[in-house]
Structure formats: structure tokens, C-alpha cells
């Protein structure tokens, strides 16, 4: 049996629903969904545009952090980690790019595999997946924002009101 060591691993507890940051990418406050169903975490991206870097795969591409608003979007470009077919929850396969993203929740960083992929009829801008949560995460489905919640401004503008 697989046991875990407790000086290596921390049991950060963490809500359903929490506000996170990309440090890498510049985005301090989006907000995603914690998803125990999902193996890989997920981000919204469009314009995604695969590049050749000194003969390496790269990808270009935008993230509009907020929900409802245009505002603030960022254009990211780094190394392509991977490419996978992933089944939605309506089951339909969809070959995805993968990146590697330093994720901040609940006060601490994970480096997580992210696919890229058009999330605008999902509730959130992020999912965040099994593979970064057993990191040391537990997750509490009948609580939000443990990590605390975006600033006021922040939160208008993911409702479209900045």
C-alpha cells in the first residue's frame, strides 16, 4: 500500500469552487471550479496559435480571466508539454494542447498539467483537476472560497460590471 509521507505532503483543505491565480501568466484572480472528476485541469483559451521555438513546439494563445468581461485579456505563450484526446463530460473526445502552469490555490503553488480549451459555455474561466489536487489538497464540496475571495473589483469585473 501506498503510503504518504507527512513531511513531504500537506492536507490543504479547499472548497468546490475557489478564486485562483496564475503567477506565471500574470493573471492574479480567476476563478475555477475544483473538479475530483476531472483528471487534467482545464483553462480557457481562444486564438490558440502552435508555434516553432529553435525547433521546439510552442503554443500562443489568450485568456480572458473574467467571466462576463473582454477586459484584461493576456496573451501567453509557452512550451507545448503534451497533446491529449480528453472526453467532456458529454462525452465527446477533443484532441488538446497541454501546457505546464504554476497554479496558486488555497496559499499554495502547484505546478499542474493544463489542456487549453474553449470554455465559454462553462460557468468557469478554470477547472482544476485530480492531478494537481492530489497534491496535498482535500476538497470540502459544501464550502467556497477557502483561499479567500478576489478583491470587490475583481469579482465586478468577472460579472461584467467593471
Not at 476531472?38 to 473574467?66: Q, Y
Request: a positive charge; hydrophobic letters at 35%.
Amino acid at each position: 500500500m501506498y503510503q504518504v509521507s507527512r513531511s513531504t505532503h500537506s492536507n490543504t483543505l479547499t472548497g468546490w469552487r475557489e478564486w485562483v491565480s496564475l503567477p506565471d501568466l500574470g493573471v492574479d484572480w480567476i476563478k475555477a471550479k475544483i473538479d475530483t472528476g476531472a483528471r487534467t485541469s482545464s483553462l480557457h483559451a481562444f486564438d490558440i496559435e502552435e508555434l516553432d521555438s529553435d525547433g521546439e513546439p510552442w503554443v500562443r494563445f489568450r485568456v480572458k480571466p473574467w467571466q462576463d468581461s473582454q477586459e484584461d485579456a493576456v496573451v501567453v505563450e509557452c512550451p507545448i508539454h503534451d497533446r491529449r484526446a480528453v472526453r467532456s463530460s458529454s462525452g465527446h473526445a477533443q484532441d488538446r494542447l497541454v501546457v505546464q502552469l504554476m497554479i496558486r490555490l488555497v496559499d499554495r503553488e502547484v505546478l499542474a498539467e493544463v489542456t487549453l480549451s474553449n470554455r465559454d459555455e462553462m460557468g468557469f474561466r478554470m477547472l482544476i483537476g485530480r492531478e494537481a489536487l492530489r497534491r496535498g489538497y482535500i476538497v470540502d464540496p459544501a464550502r467556497s472560497f477557502l483561499g479567500g475571495r478576489a478583491p470587490r473589483e475583481a469579482r465586478r469585473r468577472n460579472r461584467g460590471r467593471a
